[in-house]
């Protein structure tokens, strides 16, 4: 027996080595050989693990390209039947010659960043099965004419790929089993060829344009398991008559289907997943679907629904997900859903039931999540009372219920031992933060935000050692901040980290409860950014140094409350933090110079506080607006010799002391001694004035007078008649460059909004100080701003230069920046239409390239970003600030090794090597342009982590093929779905992170002007 084993073991050991053997040995097909070499010449990138044939290797590994990566062979022929590279970072075009693989079966290039049509030779192999080319940039029609006979599985999501499916595909590929054409712009209707296709087991024509009714015959394919046509055009669900679908999961959600739900789940009787939200229906639930056994999750979010919810739930067993948050369901909620015992997931949010829930809700023992916000619920003891008694709830969600109430007090004896996110905002809840909720010790966000509660903030929020967001704002607690909050180890050192993530229901919050307000919507709780905000209470005391320990904190509001004392410098070892609003507090003393090294700040403002001496200069402190430090007797770096620049506001509450009072009798004394000093000098200057040289008091006179009517160099004057305006002119414009006139703040200095003496309004940047960096700023501007003249820019209209302060004049732009409508402007975004943006974008790229190209000498911009892009009085755009700019000889492609730029807008080359280019420029547009489409501002931080920059999020959304989700809702919508889908192709090629892969302004200019993308 010992002996047989021996031998079957040899057998197969002989076996293998032959079948390596023969691998070894195999060398490719000529014509394949060719074939490949054709498709890697057409790529822009190497492939890693192939080798070229002229390489330094033997002829032998060189030519057997059958050992190549992604390449298999027929062990007998030797022909190529496989190539497989997926996600190998490839770009270029598709090689037409790739055709003369004519024995493959697998061609796998899915998760790359080819681009261009693809050629026809593609559409007729005889022996290809599996086809996948998704998430690639091609674009293009389909052809007509198909020929794929032994096609299987054919995978084109996530492409450009525009007009009708081919019905070809279908006619000669019968026996298809799946068919992926999602996330394209394919319109039409679903031909009825696909209906010939009877081995059809999974297709997903999700995120297209297509339209019509969706088809009876696809749900009579007898092997279709799963279908999915969300987010497209659907108008309508046609019958399926009395014949039963093996369908099970069923996707229509984000479509325009309208009327009632049909009545036709009887005949899915194996559908476990059914997904309806946003669509148009009404009335209530249809019976059948109530019925259906089998199914375990059912979305029906953010439709029309009306009436009371009626479940038969006795029959619902296996339901887990219920969503049917954001309809008009009314009534109460039903007893018997409890009978539904396997549910782990509940979101009736945003619907107008009332009463209390029913006391069965105890019986859910697998229920995890349950958001019931947003409606008209009342009693919350009793409704907490009952909750506890669900062993597995970790996320509550009440918001905007249970108005008035109070929150139940220690003698309630609540225990909520698994909860992971307790959110119970904006219901004006009185009462205190109860002792009972200490025992959530696995508390990672607790929102108890805009209600009444009162006293001081409990010491054991502290000791939750997993909690990250803490929302107390606008309330009424009063007190220091516990000191402990400083310790909590998820925002010190400790990754945030879910043992499960909450299911895909949206937490809903108000920032606050104008009307303006607008709901923010984080899809999990990983979603929610590390946040503690306490703003708008009375908390005292001063801010611990201790603060600067939580190094993953993104967020600390602590605005509009007592707080005294000064800002830690410690502050900057919060190195993660993005918003730190300080505003409308009793802070004493300066702003730290190490703040500056909070290099992801985009949001900071120190507004309406006692603060004095200067403003930090460098980093983000660059960007941020006069409104971060109004209210203060600040003083930034170009006002050091004039007035502070942000005096303390008048309307300021009172803070009579009795240091107030010192001060005053201070004051006073100083006053006394400044005018006993000050005649002093009278009398002196008239005694030494007696001695003074007739020509030098001349000379004197003389510097006075140039003081006072220093000309300003003007490149074209309005009239010719008109007089030369003088400095006192521009002091006279400005106020003597009052602070009302501020319009906007560049690099380097502030602009300020002004009159001339013609008439003309102009906007003027005045620039100061010494340094040699402000000197290159002012000349660089005088001598490049002065010779670029084109429609798109602003243009300069003069200069003066007198000691330390210069002055550039610039046009003056009615609309002020595309910043300000997208960022800043309360209702700015919904101003702003799809056409106005597209129009800004294109008028934005012809400046660039005017400057890239055409101005003689060629210029960088190297701070293209939405604040240095202004609007006139028609929303036409110009190109502002060339202060970064650098002359640029005829033919040189690269500019000075003295960078710089603004913090979300740089390239990543700049952060490698020291040299700016063309395509850094383009890079930063590219930015500009996600700003235009999705609203938010390139470092808008509050995402989960790995996403806290614009870029990333969407690029995030993109390879999960959820573009659509990330655009801004103001004027995202069907009809401009297609362009924008577009503009964010072409946003994408400016930002790839290899400088050479970008294109060039001209092309920029062709593609937003003319559509010719890939052309």
């Given at each position: 027996?010992?002996?047989?084993?021996?031998?079957?073991?040899?057998?197969?050991?002989?076996?293998?080595?032959?079948?390596?053997?023969?691998?070894?040995?195999?060398?490719?097909?000529?014509?394949?050989?060719?074939?490949?070499?054709?498709?890697?010449?057409?790529?822009?990138?190497?492939?890693?693990?192939?080798?070229?044939?002229?390489?330094?290797?033997?002829?032998?590994?060189?030519?057997?390209?059958?050992?190549?990566?992604?390449?298999?062979?027929?062990?007998?022929?030797?022909?190529?039947?496989?190539?497989?590279?997926?996600?190998?970072?490839?770009?270029?075009?598709?090689?037409?010659?790739?055709?003369?693989?004519?024995?493959?079966?697998?061609?796998?290039?899915?998760?790359?960043?080819?681009?261009?049509?693809?050629?026809?030779?593609?559409?007729?192999?005889?022996?290809?099965?599996?086809?996948?080319?998704?998430?690639?940039?091609?674009?293009?029609?389909?052809?007509?004419?198909?020929?794929?006979?032994?096609?299987?599985?054919?995978?084109?999501?996530?492409?450009?790929?525009?007009?009708?499916?081919?019905?070809?595909?279908?006619?000669?590929?019968?026996?298809?089993?799946?068919?992926?054409?999602?996330?394209?712009?394919?319109?039409?209707?679903?031909?009825?060829?696909?209906?010939?296709?009877?081995?059809?087991?999974?297709?997903?024509?999700?995120?297209?344009?297509?339209?019509?009714?969706?088809?009876?015959?696809?749900?009579?394919?007898?092997?279709?398991?799963?279908?999915?046509?969300?987010?497209?055009?659907?108008?309508?669900?046609?019958?399926?008559?009395?014949?039963?679908?093996?369908?099970?999961?069923?996707?229509?959600?984000?479509?325009?289907?309208?009327?009632?739900?049909?009545?036709?789940?009887?005949?899915?009787?194996?559908?476990?997943?059914?997904?309806?939200?946003?669509?148009?229906?009404?009335?209530?639930?249809?019976?059948?679907?109530?019925?259906?056994?089998?199914?375990?999750?059912?979305?029906?979010?953010?439709?029309?629904?009306?009436?009371?919810?009626?479940?038969?739930?006795?029959?619902?067993?296996?339901?887990?997900?219920?969503?049917?948050?954001?309809?008009?369901?009314?009534?109460?909620?039903?007893?018997?859903?409890?009978?539904?015992?396997?549910?782990?997931?509940?979101?009736?949010?945003?619907?107008?039931?009332?009463?209390?829930?029913?006391?069965?809700?105890?019986?859910?023992?697998?229920?995890?999540?349950?958001?019931?916000?947003?409606?008209?619920?009342?009693?919350?003891?009793?409704?907490?009372?009952?909750?506890?008694?669900?062993?597995?709830?970790?996320?509550?969600?009440?918001?905007?219920?249970?108005?008035?109430?109070?929150?139940?007090?220690?003698?309630?004896?609540?225990?909520?031992?698994?909860?992971?996110?307790?959110?119970?905002?904006?219901?004006?809840?009185?009462?205190?933060?109860?002792?009972?909720?200490?025992?959530?010790?696995?508390?990672?966000?607790?929102?108890?935000?805009?209600?009444?509660?009162?006293?001081?903030?409990?010491?054991?929020?502290?000791?939750?050692?997993?909690?990250?967001?803490?929302?107390?704002?606008?309330?009424?607690?009063?007190?220091?901040?516990?000191?402990?909050?400083?310790?909590?180890?998820?925002?010190?050192?400790?990754?945030?980290?879910?043992?499960?993530?909450?299911?895909?229901?949206?937490?809903?919050?108000?920032?606050?409860?104008?009307?303006?307000?607008?709901?923010?919507?984080?899809?999990?709780?990983?979603?929610?950014?590390?946040?503690?905000?306490?703003?708008?209470?009375?908390?005292?005391?001063?801010?611990?140094?201790?603060?600067?320990?939580?190094?993953?904190?993104?967020?600390?509001?602590?605005?509009?409350?007592?707080?005294?004392?000064?800002?830690?410098?410690?502050?900057?070892?919060?190195?993660?933090?993005?918003?730190?609003?300080?505003?409308?507090?009793?802070?004493?003393?300066?702003?730290?110079?190490?703040?500056?090294?909070?290099?992801?700040?985009?949001?900071?403002?120190?507004?309406?506080?006692?603060?004095?001496?200067?403003?930090?200069?460098?980093?983000?402190?660059?960007?941020?607006?006069?409104?971060?430090?109004?209210?203060?007797?600040?003083?930034?770096?170009?006002?050091?010799?004039?007035?502070?620049?942000?005096?303390?506001?008048?309307?300021?509450?009172?803070?009579?002391?009795?240091?107030?009072?010192?001060?005053?009798?201070?004051?006073?004394?100083?006053?006394?001694?400044?005018?006993?000093?000050?005649?002093?000098?009278?009398?002196?200057?008239?005694?030494?004035?007696?001695?003074?040289?007739?020509?030098?008091?001349?000379?004197?006179?003389?510097?006075?007078?140039?003081?006072?009517?220093?000309?300003?160099?003007?490149?074209?004057?309005?009239?010719?008649?008109?007089?030369?305006?003088?400095?006192?002119?521009?002091?006279?414009?400005?106020?003597?460059?009052d602070q009302a006139n501020i319009i906007g703040c560049g690099g380097f200095g502030l602009v300020f909004k002004a009159t001339l003496p013609d008439g003309r309004k102009v906007a003027i940047k005045r620039l100061s100080g010494d340094t040699g960096q402000v000197d290159r700023e002012f000349q660089a501007e005088v001598e490049t701003l002065s010779r670029a003249q084109h429609p798109n820019l602003v243009l300069l209209q003069g200069y003066c230069q007198h000691k330390n302060d210069k002055f550039l004049i610039y046009s003056f732009m009615e609309n002020g920046s595309l910043d300000y409508w997208l960022h800043e402007k309360p209702d700015g975004r919904s101003k702003v239409n799809w056409g106005t943006r597209l129009r800004i974008a294109q008028g934005a790229i012809k400046g660039l390239a005017y400057l890239h190209q055409s101005c003689d000498p060629h210029i960088l911009h190297r701070d293209i970003k939405s604040s240095n892009i202004l609007l006139d009085e028609n929303f036409e755009a110009h190109l502002a600030d060339f202060g970064l700019a650098r002359l640029i000889l005829p033919y040189d492609t690269h500019v000075t090794t003295d960078l710089v730029g603004t913090l979300g807008y740089i390239p990543p080359e700049y952060g490698q090597a020291s040299v700016a280019s063309y395509k850094g420029d383009v890079y930063s547009f590219g930015v500009v342009l996600l700003e235009l489409l999705t609203g938010k501002r390139p470092m808008d931080m509050c995402k989960p982590k790995g996403s806290?920059?614009?870029?990333?999020?969407?690029?995030?959304?993109?390879?999960?093929?959820?573009?659509?989700?990330?655009?801004?809702?103001?004027?995202?919508?069907?009809?401009?779905?297609?362009?924008?889908?577009?503009?964010?192709?072409?946003?994408?090629?400016?930002?790839?992170?290899?400088?050479?892969?970008?294109?060039?302004?001209?092309?920029?200019?062709?593609?937003?002007?003319?559509?010719?993308?890939?052309?």
């Open positions: 027996m010992v002996v047989l084993w021996k031998i079957w073991v040899l057998v197969i050991l002989l076996g293998v080595s032959r079948v390596l053997v023969i691998s070894q040995n195999l060398t490719c097909n000529s014509n394949d050989l060719r074939a490949l070499e054709g498709f890697k010449n057409e790529l822009d990138s190497a492939i890693d693990g192939w080798w070229p044939t002229n390489s330094s290797s033997s002829a032998s590994t060189s030519f057997n390209c059958c050992n190549w990566v992604g390449i298999k062979c027929n062990s007998d022929s030797g022909r190529i039947v496989t190539l497989e590279l997926p996600k190998k970072r490839l770009t270029g075009a598709f090689s037409d010659l790739i055709s003369n693989l004519d024995q493959l079966r697998t061609l796998n290039l899915s998760g790359n960043f080819l681009s261009g049509p693809l050629p026809l030779s593609l559409f007729h192999f005889a022996h290809l099965e599996v086809l996948d080319l998704s998430s690639n940039d091609f674009n293009g029609a389909f052809p007509d004419s198909i020929n794929l006979p032994a096609l299987q599985e054919l995978d084109f999501s996530g492409n450009g790929f525009h007009g009708s499916i081919p019905a070809g595909i279908f006619v000669k590929s019968t026996g298809l089993r799946v068919l992926k054409l999602a996330v394209n712009s394919l319109n039409g209707s679903i031909p009825p060829e696909l209906g010939d296709c009877k081995f059809l087991e999974h297709i997903c024509v999700a995120s297209n344009l297509l339209s019509g009714a969706i088809p009876e015959f696809l749900f009579h394919l007898p092997r279709l398991g799963a279908l999915d046509l969300q987010d497209n055009s659907f108008t309508s669900i046609t019958g399926i008559g009395n014949s039963s679908s093996h369908v099970t999961r069923l996707d229509v959600s984000s479509n325009q289907l309208s009327g009632n739900l049909p009545d036709f789940f009887h005949n899915f009787p194996n559908l476990t997943h059914f997904s309806a939200q946003s669509n148009r229906f009404s009335g209530g639930i249809p019976s059948s679907l109530s019925n259906s056994p089998a199914i375990s999750f059912l979305n029906l979010r953010n439709n029309s629904f009306n009436g009371p919810i009626e479940f038969n739930c006795s029959m619902m067993t296996n339901l887990t997900s219920l969503d049917l948050g954001t309809n008009n369901f009314s009534g109460s909620i039903p007893d018997d859903l409890s009978s539904c015992r396997n549910l782990r997931a509940i979101n009736l949010a945003r619907n107008r039931f009332r009463g209390e829930i029913p006391e069965t809700f105890k019986n859910f023992r697998s229920l995890s999540y349950l958001s019931l916000s947003n409606c008209s619920f009342s009693n919350l003891s009793t409704t907490l009372n009952i909750l506890q008694h669900c062993p597995n709830l970790t996320v509550l969600v009440l918001t905007m219920n249970f108005r008035g109430e109070q929150l139940p007090a220690d003698d309630d004896k609540l225990s909520f031992r698994a909860l992971k996110a307790l959110v119970i905002a904006n219901c004006g809840l009185s009462g205190r933060i109860p002792t009972w909720l200490k025992d959530s010790t696995q508390l990672q966000l607790l929102d108890l935000s805009w209600n009444n509660l009162v006293g001081s903030i409990p010491s054991y929020l502290g000791d939750f050692q997993s909690l990250f967001y803490l929302d107390l704002s606008n309330n009424s607690f009063s007190g220091v901040i516990p000191k402990n909050l400083t310790q909590l180890p998820c925002l010190s050192f400790r990754e945030v980290s879910l043992e499960e993530g909450s299911p895909d229901f949206p937490f809903f919050r108000r920032p606050n409860i104008s009307n303006r307000a607008v709901a923010l919507q984080y899809n999990q709780i990983m979603s929610f950014p590390p946040l503690l905000d306490l703003s708008n209470n009375h908390l005292t005391g001063s801010i611990w140094p201790e603060f600067g320990n939580l190094k993953r904190l993104i967020v600390l509001d602590l605005k509009h409350n007592n707080i005294s004392g000064g800002i830690p410098s410690s502050l900057s070892g919060m190195t993660s933090i993005e918003i730190l609003d300080l505003s409308y507090n009793n802070l004493t003393g300066w702003i730290p110079p190490s703040l500056v090294n909070l290099t992801f700040l985009s949001k900071f403002s120190v507004a309406y506080n006692d603060l004095t001496g200067l403003i930090p200069k460098g980093g983000q402190f660059t960007t941020f607006t006069n409104s971060s430090f109004e209210g203060n007797k600040l003083c930034d770096y170009t006002c050091q010799n004039s007035n502070e620049l942000f005096p303390q506001s008048q309307n300021r509450k009172s803070r009579k002391s009795k240091g107030a009072i010192a001060g005053m009798a201070i004051g006073i004394g100083i006053g006394t001694l400044f005018i006993l000093l000050l005649m002093f000098l009278i009398v002196l200057r008239a005694t030494t004035r007696q001695e003074v040289d007739p020509e030098k008091e001349d000379e004197t006179d003389s510097n006075k007078e140039e003081h006072e009517s220093r000309l300003v160099v003007l490149f074209q004057k309005s009239n010719e008649n008109n007089k030369d305006l003088s400095l006192n002119d521009l002091l006279k414009s400005t106020n003597s460059f806290r920059d614009l870029i990333s999020f969407v690029m995030q959304m993109k390879r999960e093929k959820r573009e659509n989700e990330v655009f801004d809702s103001f004027v995202f919508d069907k009809d401009n779905a297609k362009g924008m889908l577009w503009v964010l192709e072409i946003a994408c090629v400016c930002l790839n992170e290899n400088p050479k892969l970008r294109p060039s302004t001209q092309e920029l200019v062709c593609w937003l002007h003319h559509g010719c993308l890939g052309t």
